[in-house]
């Protein structure tokens, strides 16, 4: 989730919906679950075989795949670790990302 609170004000209240004096999210996530192996498998590989420079920013190495990890070592992209910040990482260091582009 989002740790900054400033943006967590702005982007997570359109994500919800009372129900029933309760708030709810908008979307039921779990009933999407059959469609993400169509979504995320042989991701990696993608962006691995783009002929642009990378870069892949993580919150952390944990989850990082084989296929990932030996990109890496191979140079293939630029891999920065942010590990203060949560799922949603373009919230939660704004400020820094602004400081690299620049």
Do not use: C
């Amino acid at each position: 989730m989002v740790k900054n609170s400033a943006s967590a004000r702005v982007s997570v209240p359109p994500q919800l919906i009372k129900h029933d004096g309760d708030y709810k999210w908008r979307v039921n996530l779990d009933r999407t679950e059959p469609y993400w192996p169509g979504w995320f498998t042989g991701i990696s590989d993608l962006f691995l075989a783009t002929k642009i420079p990378k870069m892949l920013l993580l919150a952390g190495t944990d989850r990082l795949d084989t296929a990932l990890t030996v990109g890496q070592m191979q140079g293939k992209f630029q891999l920065v670790v942010l590990p203060a910040v949560g799922h949603t990482i373009q919230e939660d260091v704004s400020t820094w990302l602004l400081v690299v582009g620049r």
